[in-house]
């Protein structure tokens, strides 16, 4: 469902030679991982006799016994609906390959011999095999392995296979040394479509091989735009010489998605869910991939058709409620310093262009203090006085002590030049100009205001002699949650990158490492604030009556959405599914379904205003500058995508 597929990484003890004990001990593990309802199972190298058994590959005896548990095998899986891929030693026309076979239906459905033979330090492969690269014929009969069998059937053999499922799901192997060589196979079965790379290895252990493995991984991963999934026998392999860790983990797009845990582990089942529609959605979106399949298109390819296997529902897979933001704190505030160090670097830039002076509108609220915080960083690192900032506060109908008393003392704490511009009076007389009624809070009422206080800051940029520093961030943009020709509108906007979740967490981290010491105590207090643009008067008490969130919806959902829709391209109704699981307990199928298709409509019916947003700087994966990432019609219309919202609620 929605391209998720399940795979068990499956290392099972290993009695070196003992192919019928091996044997119980796969089949154990393939029934574990079927009740775990894997669509894919995959066992390391050599896995039926144990990858340290020397000269013993010779014997026929050994040989044998691997056709025997081969058959054993293939006939544990007729009745099962995954696909199974395990290591064993196979005699190919008198010499003996190190091979990947792939099982399913009760046949070997293929055979992919390993190409790169290593031969070199502990390792001494040449010994027993040949390479993928010496194969003379394209297939092989099923009676040389099973000569007792009733019936035959051809079973194509290369290391160019890829194999295709009847519902489109292809996937590929390749064998250990293969993926440590400048050019493994799988970079042409990548380029070729295959979108799942599993890798049978046998890598011993030594200090510090286990990261530079996980890197590799995921490099691949990356590189051939494809899910990865590596997994190697386990400590159990002989330790004449040798110490084997059992190390599987799956990298997708360039993300460890899952690993087992232990350092040296055997014996063990690791099952998880990946999905496909990501990397469907990346070879679609960059073109570079398409580019690179023209340097393989010389190299043949064999497709070997399987069966359909019934996709995973997903429920495996972890999907983070806020995708732009790290889950661990050290890898959360590591991030949030480096978005501020490159905000504060792109306004650098652009300050020392216009002359090193700024103006900017503070609220006192999260959006307004994190630009604050990044022109002072900014004027400070070309060596200005933070008096060349002009902050400026403007006080109108729904302005509360809270946020004004905030707003200035963080410009006190900061050193910048201060002004303090009620707007009430020019509001009120625009009122009248216009023929509005006061007593109506309408959105005319709140734009007036938000576009005031533009007019004054972009004129106090002509007499202070600096350009206006944009506060407003990527999710207002996404949602058109701003003024077109007021807060939409400036001359750099350092937040225009920045989703609204990542916001407080940025100015959580500042203060956690008391980057602004003089304003700590100021900073929590915003950070606590509640968001809102504060064009309605307070209530009763004083406090801030409008929550943008109460009127818009939750911006974790919002953001949530965001990155989905344009990250990837997912449907509605997958988005809608993935949603559900992460806000599982915080928000009801309702309520996730009601501001869903808020988004939507907004998102369609205010790209008018990204189209003509200011300069700002990119900082992630998602952006919306109509001269970068987003370029969209701001007529485009929503309806198909807000037809299938509304078939998710029945």
Same mark, same amino acid.
């Given at each position: 469902m929605f391209d998720f597929v399940r795979i068990s990484c499956c290392v099972p003890k290993v009695a070196v030679a003992n192919t019928e004990k091996n044997t119980q001990d796969i089949i154990k593990k393939l029934k574990e991982a079927e009740a775990a309802k894997s669509n894919f199972i995959v066992f390391p190298e050599l896995c039926i006799t144990g990858y340290t058994c020397g000269d013993l590959f010779f014997q026929e005896r050994l040989m044998s016994g691997v056709n025997e548990s081969l058959f054993k095998i293939a006939s544990a899986t007729e009745n099962s609906e995954a696909v199974v891929v395990l290591g064993a030693p196979i005699n190919i026309a008198g010499q003996l390959y190190n091979c990947s076979v792939v099982l399913a239906k009760g046949k070997i459905i293929g055979?992919?011999?390993?190409?790169? $033979?290593?031969?070199?330090n502990e390792f001494y492969e040449k010994r027993w095999f040949s390479s993928a690269e010496d194969l003379t014929e394209p297939y092989m009969n099923s009676k040389n392995l099973f000569p007792e069998n009733d019936y035959s059937y051809d079973i194509p053999l290369g290391s160019s296979l890829i194999f295709e499922t009847e519902n489109g799901i292809k996937f590929g192997a390749e064998i250990c040394e293969d993926l440590w060589m400048p050019v493994p196979p799988c970079i042409g079965l990548a380029l070729h479509g295959a979108e799942l790379i599993f890798n049978l290895s046998a890598s011993n252990e030594t200090i510090g091989k286990r990261t530079y493995r996980r890197d590799m991984v995921k490099q691949q991963s990356s590189k051939c735009y494809c899910a990865y999934a590596y997994v190697s026998?386990?400590?159990? !392999?002989?330790?004449?010489?040798?110490?084997?860790?059992? &190390?599987?983990?799956?990298?997708?797009?360039?993300?460890?998605t899952f690993e087992n845990k232990k350092f040296l582990d055997t014996d063990y089942v690791l099952t998880a869910d990946v999905d496909l529609g990501k990397i469907k959605a990346d070879r679609l979106k960059y073109k570079s991939y398409k580019d690179a399949t023209s340097l393989y298109q010389g190299d043949s390819v064999k497709f070997v058709k399987l069966p359909a296997v019934t996709e995973s529902d997903g429920m495996l897979y972890e999907v983070r409620k806020h995708p732009f933001i790290p889950s661990e704190k050290k890898a959360r505030i590591e991030r949030c310093l480096n978005i501020f160090e490159m905000q504060t670097q792109a306004l650098k830039k652009r300050l020392a262009i216009t002359g090193g002076r700024a103006v900017i509108g503070v609220s006192g609220g999260l959006d307004s203090t994190l630009a604050l915080l990044v022109t002072s960083a900014a004027v400070k690192q070309l060596g200005l006085p933070p008096t060349n900032i002009c902050a400026v506060t403007m006080p109108c109908f729904g302005t509360t002590d809270r946020t004004f008393h905030n707003a200035v003392?963080?410009? !006190?704490?900061?050193?910048v030049t201060t002004k303090n511009i009620s707007i009430k009076e020019a509001c009120v007389q625009h009122f009248k100009d216009i023929g509005h009624d006061i007593n109506v809070h309408d959105i005319t009422y709140e734009n007036v205001q938000a576009r005031e206080r533009t007019q004054v800051l972009m +004129?106090?940029? *002509?007499?202070?002699?600096g350009i206006v520093v944009g506060t407003g961030d990527l999710s207002e943009l996404a949602l058109g949650w701003?003024?077109?020709?007021?807060?939409?509108?400036s001359m750099y906007g350092v937040n225009a990158g920045v989703p609204k979740t990542l916001v407080r967490w940025m100015i959580n981290s500042l203060t956690e490492n *008391?980057?602004? %010491? !003089?304003?700590?105590?100021?900073? #929590? +207090?915003?950070?606590?604030?509640? $968001?809102?643009?504060?064009?309605? %008067?307070?209530?009763?008490?004083? #406090?801030?009556?409008? #929550?943008? !969130? +109460?009127?818009?919806?939750?911006?974790?959902? &919002? +953001?949530?959405?965001?990155?989905?829709?344009?990250r990837y391209g997912f449907s509605p109704a997958k988005i809608y599914c993935l949603a559900n699981r992460a806000f599982a307990g915080i928000y009801d199928k309702a309520t996730?379904? #009601?501001w869903l298709k808020t988004f939507y409509k907004r998102f369609f019916t205010q790209q008018f205003k990204r189209s003509c947003m200011p300069d700002g700087v990119k900082i992630g994966s998602v952006c919306l500058s109509p001269r970068g990432d987003w370029r969209m019609p701001s007529d485009a219309e929503s309806t198909i995508w807000i037809n299938e919202v509304e078939t998710l609620g029945e």
């Open positions: 055979i992919v011999p390993k190409t790169f $033979i290593p031969n070199y026998c386990g400590t159990d !392999e002989s330790t004449t010489d040798l110490i084997f860790s059992g &190390h599987s983990l799956v990298a997708e797009n360039g993300t460890i003392a963080l410009m !006190e704490s900061l050193g +004129d106090m940029s *002509n007499e202070f002699g701003c003024t077109y020709c007021g807060d939409q509108m *008391n980057v602004f %010491p !003089e304003s700590t105590e100021i900073l #929590k +207090d915003v950070a606590d604030t509640p $968001i809102s643009p504060e064009l309605l %008067p307070p209530d009763a008490e004083g #406090k801030i009556a409008q #929550k943008t !969130e +109460d009127v818009v919806g939750p911006y974790e959902l &919002h +953001d949530f959405f965001l990155y989905y829709v344009l996730v379904l #009601k």
